[in-house]
């Protein structure tokens, strides 16, 4: 079985998560994290290319050691130093790290003090309240574990969207070539375009004596077959990722996509208007009486019901049921409406191409400008640039520009919004730049109010352009900073200073439901790769994605504009 890139990579995160629990030097440990991110940014099996010859001492940011480790995960699946490391770390203290607020000094003081070694003693020593007597902790800190503890048991891990989908494309292509069928679709929350999805549900298109069933079992991936039967099977993957599957024939197969894209909430809103109307709605059709009026398409299904059609991501019941009524559904942006990027990395910093590279890469993505935004030197950024290193930069896009290519790229920087709100570079720099993205990199934790002030500080900031991933979540890891976001919108519409959309997989933020009152407030929205390497620009579609589920039109969206606009719209940030 052929190990992924997703399997490789999560182990490099894994040594670096147990190397900073034992103390290790922190330029190690991102030596670590760097190749995850090159492996995860790599398109096709790092595996395959492996085992055809392919040298992964090439990957950049990837040396002698580290290739050497990724030959023995692509070729025996296993890494005998990561098992070394297990054996010296009792099982469980990573666990420790997905808490806000805890990081491996805390984790390791935890450790020393209560012998606590997983979630369970961690639980455990919160209830006896002795949490809050260890060093550096506090019964705030306490009160803020308790409550994210609690908030976990309520819903298990749940998956990237971005991790699930080459898993969902290579079983739908495995399922569309089974004999008598006609047509895949995946549907549930992955179709709606969520950031992370629970389990995968797809809908296949055959008539009875498909062996769908049988198919599914024998599945490459399949590790645990749930359920299985001719018209529904479950089966969980080697990744841990549950499937279900629906077999259903021609005539009702847009009815059971309508029903099993969801969400639920939405499905059962249409259940009601169609009850309204007279008439039934399920999985198999729309009908009246005994009689099925439609159901073979999503929008026979919607017609028969008296409603123009409903794209995936708004199905939400989020007021998509009231636009419909209204004929107010909103044109929704899509991925070849963006003209450029405006938040862009290269190995001058923590990416791991050159500008020429990267820019050759957006090219090839379609996009007809970028921003270079490097980050700022401070103690959050271990190669950050100083305003020398600036000025060099400076140089070097004014070079590439003075040349003729068709994609011209913008100077900017990504510079730290630090605990008070003041910017880590002087405006002597940050004046000489076109674009300055501004983000939140540490003291996630402060309470509302100083968070509050933090932002509106750095609002007032006059040479700020965009508020890079604005709540600094990280999905499944890290809550977002805790803001009063009304005022904050409010603010950066007036000012204006436009919001970032950043389509990490790790992190896209903001979230569908901030990005939809962050554009009603009036905010532009830069939609936004954050790139660090050639590939990254693919992660401009799950921006995209979650751009629709927040009811972004292109008018809202920044970098649908070309460039000219984009150029003025960006001198209007500047106050002074
Ligand atoms: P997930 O998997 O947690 O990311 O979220 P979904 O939305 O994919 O939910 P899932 O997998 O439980 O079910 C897939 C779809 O099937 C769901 O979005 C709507 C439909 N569905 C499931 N259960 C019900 C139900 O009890 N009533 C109705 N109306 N629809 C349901
Ligand atoms: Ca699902
Ligand atoms: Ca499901």
């Not at 969400?263 to 999985?283: M, P, Q, T």
């Not at 990027?341 to 993505?365: F, I, P, Y």
């Not at 009603?520 to 629709?548: K, N, P």
Request: aromatic share 4%; hydrophobic share 40%; charged share 25%.
């Amino acid at each position: 079985m052929p190990v992924h890139n997703e399997e490789i990579a999560a182990a490099f995160d894994e040594i670096a998560d147990l190397l900073s629990l034992s103390g290790e030097n922190p330029f190690r440990i991102r030596a670590y994290r760097r190749a995850a991110r090159s492996v995860r940014g790599q398109p096709g099996e790092l595996a395959q290319k492996i085992a055809q010859g392919f040298d992964p001492d090439s990957l950049p940011g990837v040396g002698a050691d580290l290739a050497g480790k990724m030959r023995e995960l692509a070729g025996t699946g296993r890494c005998r130093m990561l098992e070394r490391l297990r054996r010296s770390t009792p099982a469980g203290l990573r666990e420790l790290l997905s808490l806000p607020g805890i990081g491996p000094q805390r984790a390791r003081a935890l450790y020393q003090a209560l012998d606590i070694r997983g979630l369970a003693g961690m639980r455990d020593a919160i209830a006896h309240r002795r949490v809050r007597s260890v060093q550096r902790f506090g019964p705030k800190l306490e009160e803020r574990l308790r409550a994210a503890l609690a908030a976990r048991t309520q819903h298990g891990k749940r998956v990237y969207a971005s991790v699930a989908a080459p898993v969902a494309r290579a079983l739908c292509d495995y399922l569309a070539a089974v004999p008598l069928v006609t047509r895949v679709e995946v549907a549930g929350s992955y179709r709606r375009g969520r950031d992370t999805v629970g389990d995968l549900d797809i809908v296949v298109c055959a008539p009875p004596g498909a062996d769908v069933d049988a198919a599914l079992v024998k599945f490459d991936e399949t590790a645990t077959t749930l359920a299985s039967g001719p018209t529904r099977s479950s089966v969980v993957l080697r990744s841990g990722l549950q499937v279900d599957v629906r077999v259903v024939p021609e005539e009702s197969f847009g009815a059971a996509l309508y029903y099993f894209t969801g969400s639920k909430a939405h499905n059962i809103r249409l259940r009601g208007i169609a009850l309204s109307r007279g008439l039934k709605i399920n999985e198999y059709g729309v009908f009246r009486g005994r009689k099925r009026i439609a159901g073979d398409s999503e929008r026979s299904v919607l017609e028969a019901v008296g409603l123009p059609y409903i794209a995936p991501e708004l199905r939400e019941d989020r007021g998509e049921f009231e636009a419909a009524l209204a004929g107010r559904l909103p044109a929704l942006v899509d991925r070849a409406q963006l003209r450029g990027d405006l938040h862009v990395h290269t190995h001058r910093t923590d990416g791991t191409a050159s500008l020429e590279e990267m820019a050759d890469a957006a090219a090839r993505a379609g996009l007809e400008y970028i921003a270079i935004t490097d980050h700022s030197k401070y103690l959050g950024a271990v190669h950050g640039l100083d305003a020398a290193a600036v000025a060099r930069q400076i140089d070097e896009i004014d070079a590439f520009n003075a040349g003729k290519r068709r994609l011209k790229v913008l100077k900017g920087i990504e510079v730290d919004i630090l605990e008070d709100g003041t910017l880590a570079l002087p405006d002597t720099v940050l004046k000489q730049l076109d674009v300055v993205v501004a983000a939140v990199h540490g003291q996630f934790t402060l309470p509302r109010t100083r968070q509050t002030n933090r932002l509106l500080r750095a609002l007032d900031h006059p040479h700020i352009s965009i508020i890079a991933h604005p709540t600094a979540r990280l999905l499944e890891e890290r809550a977002g900073i805790d803001c009063d976001w009304s005022k904050i919108l409010r603010r950066a519409s007036e000012r204006p200073c436009y919001l970032e959309l950043n389509a990490q997989p790790s992190r896209l933020d903001l979230d569908d439901v901030l990005v939809r009152e962050a554009a009603a407030s009036g905010a532009l929205i830069s939609i936004a790769s954050d790139a660090h390497a050639i590939h990254d620009f693919a992660y401009l579609e799950a921006g995209v994605r979650q751009g629709r589920r927040g009811w972004l039109t292109p008018a809202q969206v920044l970098n649908t504009r070309p460039l000219r606009e984009v150029r003025a719209l960006l001198r209007r940030t500047s106050l002074n």
